[in-house]
């Protein structure tokens, strides 16, 4: 068990449909991170955020948002959503920044029809 | 922007057989993770290098920086090793995402 929850496990919408996944990092760790996994694009970093403030963005859609708050827990936005959002969804936390080692959460599996 | 390459793409192999996964990146980094999926889906963190090597019971990870190669290395392996192994990659100059290979498919018979 890594310590990171990620809520809901799996999500079914319609196109057009906004979505809210949520991540609880592991106890004691201030640096979130979302990636995404889909079939034809693999694993890709979406967005870091450390001690609630965004740290660095990557190949995050302008339709998909994110924060942290004060507790550490994240939320990922997901907005107007198309078939080719249909993907897994992974929340990861570290203790900082930098390097130290990634725990990941196990997943949202985000449907999209 | 990092490219990340791994071989092979699938392998397949008997149990108690050695294994190598191996990882080619192209531009300076500050660390390296070794990752395992399960067919569930869940990914689990086996190392973090930034030089040398490191073990973990029958798991092995090596990297070279002047290289900028690293390998994963399964020795004696089992059934229960069959998973996707990927390797990603942390930029420098403080770049903080990660950069992912293909993943390699393992599949170990008994």
């Known amino acids: 068990d890594s310590g990171v929850t990620q809520t809901p496990k799996h999500l079914i919408t319609a196109t057009g449909q906004r979505v809210t996944l949520r991540c609880s990092p592991r106890s004691g760790d201030l640096s979130v991170y979302w990636y995404q996994q889909s079939l034809d694009q693999g694993l890709q970093f979406l967005i870091q955020y450390y001690n609630g403030e965004e740290r660095a963005k990557g190949n995050i859609l302008e339709r998909f948002s994110a924060q942290q708050f004060p507790d550490l827990h994240s939320e990922l936005n997901l907005s107007s959503l198309e078939l080719g959002d249909s993907a897994l969804y992974f929340c990861a936390s570290s203790l900082q920044t930098g390097v130290s080692p990634l725990h990941f959460g196990n997943g949202t599996r985000l449907t999209v029809t | 922007k990092n490219e990340v390459e791994q071989s092979p793409q699938n392998l397949t192999a008997q149990e108690g057989e050695f294994i190598t996964i191996n990882c080619s990146y192209s531009v300076g980094i500050s660390a390296l993770h070794w990752l395992q999926q399960h067919p569930g889906g869940g990914i689990v963190s086996l190392f973090m290098?930034?030089?040398g090597k490191k073990k973990h019971g029958r798991l092995i990870a090596t990297i070279n920086i002047q290289e900028k190669h690293s390998s994963l290395h399964i020795t004696a392996s089992h059934p229960r090793d069959s998973a996707v192994y990927i390797c990603?990659?942390?930029?420098?100059?403080?770049?903080?995402?990660?950069?992912f290979g293909k993943g390699t498919h393992l599949i170990i018979q008994p």
């Open positions: 290098l930034s030089s």
């Open positions: 990603a990659v942390r930029s420098g100059g403080g770049a903080d995402g990660l950069t």
